[in-house]
T-cell receptor
Framework: SQTIHQWPATLVQPVGSPLSLECTVE??????LYWYRQAAGRGLQLLFYSVGIGQISSEVPQNLSASRPQDRQFILSSKKLLLSDSGFYLC?????????????FGAGSRLTVL | GENVEQHPSTLSVQEGDSAVIKCTYSDSASNYFPWYKQELGKRPQLIIDIRSNVGEKKDQRIAVTLNKTAKHFSLHITETQPEDSAVYFC?????????????FGAGTRLAVHP
């Protein structure tokens, strides 16, 4: 069966510091991968999605970036965090292909920028 | 642009009553409509989904209806229980760059009172 791992679970970072959140998926090949952000009490905003290694689509302009160095690894990064980057970051995967399909979320990473 | 609107933002019901959450979408090409339940501090989890070739789907106390002409879909929970209390998100698939992605509504916070 497929599993998705995301870490760290929580982190507190000062403004201006770098960020790296990591997500890996097991039990499938060539998954579609996603990063969503959920601000406190808000909905799920799609940040990035990837359909293959090195293929990243950005949904909103921001100081975050994403990379997919391996088939089942998805990384969210920032060089300098802003206060507004605080939130609950969720990695997700769906089966490969272009058809609309079930999205499965990781456990999330709660980021607080002070 | 791509948009999914969800109403109401909060919903309070007595145990045993029914709860209805409604969503509208903007892309007439959308063909997949999942609903997710998110308990406090947890990841969103899929509870039911429907595809555009079906008008209604039911799973025990939960049902979803879809009106493609009007571009809206609804979640119905009957005989609500306190453990149904959570935030519920609707979503619609949207084609972008040849690939499907899910766009989420802002969420509905459901409170079921004993």
């Amino acid at each position: 069966s497929q599993t998705i791992h995301q870490w760290p679970a929580t982190l507190v970072q000062p403004v201006g510091s770098p960020l790296s959140l990591e997500c890996t998926v097991e039990g499938t090949s060539n998954p579609n991968l996603y990063w969503y952000r959920q601000a406190a009490g808000r909905g799920l905003q799609l940040l990035f999605y990837s359909v293959g290694i090195g293929q990243i689509s950005s949904e909103v302009p921001q100081n975050l970036s994403a990379s997919r160095p391996q088939d089942r690894q998805f990384i969210l990064s920032s060089k300098k965090l802003l206060l507004s980057d605080s939130g609950f970051y969720l990695c997700a995967w769906s089966p490969p292909g272009t058809g609309a399909n079930v999205l499965t979320f990781g456990a999330g990473s709660r980021l607080t920028v002070l | 642009g791509e948009n999914v609107e969800q109403h109401p933002s909060t919903l309070s019901v007595q145990e045993g009553d029914s709860a209805v959450i409604k969503c509208t979408y903007s892309d007439s090409a959308s063909n997949y409509f999942p609903w997710y339940k998110q308990e406090l501090g947890k990841r969103p989890q899929l509870i039911i989904d429907i595809r555009s070739n079906v008008g209604e789907k039911k799973d025990q106390r939960i049902a979803v209806t879809l009106n493609k002409t009007a571009k809206h879909f609804s979640l119905h929970i009957t005989e609500t229980q306190p453990e149904d209390s959570a935030v519920y998100f609707c979503a619609a698939s949207m084609l972008s760059g040849g690939y499907n992605k899910l766009i989420f509504g802002a969420g509905t916070r459901l409170a079921v009172h004993p």
